[in-house]
């Protein structure tokens, strides 16, 4: 199972829009609405901020919001605050023996 | 409040065999699925291998597979990843995450523990 497909990096500055995609296919991202999203700070454990493609769990801000589109996903950070500045992850369940596949990772600078 | 709490990590030789635990709390853990979940320095992370709640169903990354494996016990409220000839690539942080309906790999994390296979 490959790794789903996401940008090395992405920017903005404060309070500017930045959307992060993640490519997969039709076994994994456009095979179920179960994609979700993780922020990691560095040497830290990653948190959940998306889950079922665009619910957010209990605390995480509603500048994060997620969507699909067949096999790709994306995550828009809306007003971009200085603690969004970490690495995001996106991860898709793949079936059953799969189970679940991460992306490869994208760094959100904030300028 | 949820925690979770690796431990077991630390230098084995290529080869060798450790295993890790993550212990529970805060909530009811025999009703929750698990993962490991893990990430070699500096790269992304690598989903490793899930347990049922019950213990009954197991899935393993095809990286993984024959050589690690996953229990748990519900009454010690403790997971548990036994790994087995172990490679450099192995090396890693090691997390363990709570699953849930919703399909994710992990609704909490622990902080997780470090692996390092070398001679």
């Known amino acids: 199972q490959s790794a789903l497909t996401q940008p090395p990096s992405a920017s903005g500055s404060p309070g500017q829009s930045v959307t992060i995609s993640c490519t997969g296919t039709s076994s994994d991202v456009g095979g179920y609405n179960y994609v979700s999203w993780y922020q990691q700070h560095p040497g830290k454990a990653p948190k959940l901020m998306i889950y079922?493609?665009?619910k957010r769990p209990s605390g995480v801000p509603d500048r994060f919001s997620g969507s699909k589109s067949g096999n790709t996903a994306s995550l828009t950070v809306s007003g971009l605050q200085a603690e969004d500045e970490a690495d995001y992850y996106c991860s898709s369940y793949a079936g059953s023996n799969t189970r679940y596949v991460f992306g490869t990772g994208t760094k959100v600078t904030v300028l | 409040e949820v925690q979770l709490v690796e431990s077991g990590g630390g230098l084995v030789q290529p080869g060798g065999s450790l295993r890790l635990s993550c212990a529970a709390s805060g909530f009811t853990f025999s009703s929750y699925e698990m993962n490991w979940v893990r990430q070699a320095p500096g790269k992304g992370l690598e989903w490793v291998s899930y347990?049922?709640?019950?213990?009954?169903?197991?899935y393993y990354a095809d990286s993984v597979k024959g050589r690690f494996t996953i229990s748990r016990d519900n009454a010690k409220n403790s997971l548990y990843l036994q790994m087995n000839s172990l490679r450099a690539e192995d090396t890693a942080v090691y997390y363990c995450?709570?699953?849930?309906?919703?399909?994710?790999?992990?609704?909490?994390w622990g902080q997780g523990t470090l692996v390092t296979v070398s001679s």
């Open positions: 347990i049922s709640s019950s213990g009954s169903t197991i």
């Open positions: 079922e493609v665009s």
């Open positions: 995450a709570r699953g849930n309906t919703a399909m994710v790999t992990g609704d909490y």
